[in-house]
């Protein structure tokens, strides 16, 4: 019969717990010294040993020949615990009996001596699950209970417990288990089954995990069903997570505007039926680290690869704090949502990215903030680039060697020209109607000459080709190209100077069929 790989691995002894050495090394002092306390508290998150922790206990009290304060797991005791049939260790779900009734009945088993172990040792499941009048029930035994009686409260929710149940208790706070922690046993548990695990792999199954041994291993046997090597590829396939170049990837056509980019981004996890909501947390998790990057620069707090790191820093540069802790409000909000409406997670999540690319999209303050922050870019780097004397131009003689190559590769330049005009090609602007809107806003008539024209962008020159003679003339003048220039400085438009405006006028070809050329 198959048993699961968090129940065959779950440590016996308390050497084998990983991540909790700072409570095995007490409970191992107190079991080799005999100085077992009546009652203990032991809290923390899902995964990390707590039930675990309990029946090593258990055992230890239990045991006919400890070894250095573990149990020995061959003695007739840990053998008996282990198999579930000794009478006198108590297991009990307070999730499913919270009632006083049921306290009341354990409270009078308390008074019997055990029946064939040393300790009667009861370990209560979810303890903050009982009720205000099971606790109430509970205390006089908890303070004073017979030298044979050993309670283990385990919890999630410690601060859901009454602080009169804690103060008469040992507490003892579970962490969340370390990454090279859990990839470490994730490794070692791999190699006793036979299963190719990378080490890639494994680092992105105990990232995934947060924390808990229990899920981890449960998500690295569920990658081995698919009888394939178990790297970083495979996982993000089965988990339905992204990559972390992925997420490089949308933040890169974030910060670029690239609209085109983000759209085909969701429309492929849709297409692959992946969850939005999953690609939306690990978005949010990848904006969290650029916030650390940018706030401190210190790597220490993230759980990175070298590579992926390199990566982050390459990203968090093209961004200012005002406009990431914006950004992360939007994705916030935008989780929210989907979570209250699953039916319009594609049209949230479009959307949302959508005003992530340009702040001008919402009136929210934090978006404004960014505006302002971008503005405040925008102003220090033009008082830095201010030119005030021209570059002087230094004379290089030129050899008759170089001469003699220019000649010979002239030929070859003239019979490529063609091939060459045909790969640059002049790109449309794809804001246009932005530019002629914020263009009325200071001038209508430029707006009125503009609505007939088409602008094109090649290597830094932008050319405005209007269908009539008369608007192209009016727009050539210097006025009217300011007006365009600050125009295009506000819509986001990579241009220093009104120079790079070229004006021209282009008569349109009436469409015909081949019908009419016939």
Not at 329 to 351: G, H, I, S, V
């Amino acid at each position: 019969m198959h048993q699961a790989l968090y129940r065959k691995y779950r440590p016996s002894v308390f050497d084998d717990v990983s991540g909790q050495e700072h409570i095995t090394s007490i409970l191992r002092y107190e079991a080799l010294h005999n100085s077992v306390s009546h009652a203990y508290l032991f809290a923390g998150s899902r995964g990390t040993g707590k039930t675990t922790c309990a029946k090593i206990l258990a055992k230890v009290v239990n045991c006919l020949d400890p070894i250095d304060g573990n149990p020995c797991n061959e003695c007739e005791n840990c053998l008996a615990i282990d198999s579930g049939n000794a009478t006198d260790v108590v297991e009990m779900d307070a999730a499913t009996n919270t009632g006083v009734d049921y306290i009341r009945d354990l409270r009078d088993s308390v008074m019997y001596t055990p029946a064939m172990l040393k300790k009667r040792v009861y370990i209560i499941d979810e303890a903050h699950m009982l009720s205000d009048s099971a606790f109430n029930a509970l205390l006089k035994s908890i303070e004073e209970p017979p030298e044979h009686v050993l309670y283990i409260f385990a919890t999630t929710e410690p601060h859901k417990i009454p602080a009169t149940i804690i103060s008469r208790c040992q507490r003892f706070e579970f962490r969340r288990i370390s990454i090279s922690d859990l990839s470490e046993r994730l490794m070692y548990i791999a190699s006793e089954e036979g299963i190719d695990l990378s080490e890639e792999g494994s680092a992105l199954i105990a990232k995934t995990a947060q924390g808990g041994m229990r899920d981890a291993i449960s998500l690295m046997e569920l990658c081995a069903g698919s009888h394939r090597r178990i790297d970083a590829e495979l996982v993000n396939e089965i988990l339905g997570t992204s990559s972390y170049d992925k997420m490089y990837d949308v933040a890169m056509a974030i910060a670029n505007k690239n609209y085109a980019r983000l759209f085909q981004i969701i429309n492929d996890i849709v297409v692959s039926s992946k969850d939005i909501l999953v690609f939306f947390s690990d978005l949010t998790s990848f904006y969290r680290d650029m916030t650390v990057q940018k706030s401190s620069g210190i790597s220490d707090y993230l759980d990175l690869a070298p590579q992926e790191y390199q990566l982050l820093c390459e990203v968090t540069s093209l961004f200012d704090m005002a406009t990431l802790l914006y950004h992360s409000r939007l994705l916030d909000e935008a989780y929210a949502n989907m979570m209250r409406n699953p039916t319009n997670k594609r049209l949230c999540a479009e959307l949302t990215l959508m005003k992530m690319c340009d702040s001008k999209l919402s009136s929210t303050t934090d978006a404004l903030l960014a505006r302002i922050a971008a503005l405040e870019n925008k102003v220090a780097l033009l008082s830095k680039g201010i030119q005030t004397e021209p570059i002087p131009h230094t004379v290089v003689p030129i050899s008759n060697e170089i001469k003699k190559a220019a000649v010979d590769i002239k030929p070859v330049i003239e019979e490529k020209k063609d091939i060459v005009k045909e790969a640059v090609k002049p790109v449309e602007l794809y804001n246009w109607n932005e530019i002629i809107a914020k263009a009325g806003e200071n001038d209508p008539a430029v707006e009125s000459f503009l609505k007939s024209c088409r602008c094109y962008e090649l290597n830094g020159v932008y050319k405005v080709i209007s269908a009539h003679r008369l608007m192209a003339t009016m727009l050539d003048s210097p006025k009217n190209k300011r007006v365009l220039f600050d125009a295009m400085v506000c819509c986001d438009t990579d241009i220093d100077s009104p120079e790079q405006i070229k004006i021209s006028f282009e008569e349109q070809k009436a469409q015909t069929s081949d019908l009419d050329e016939f």
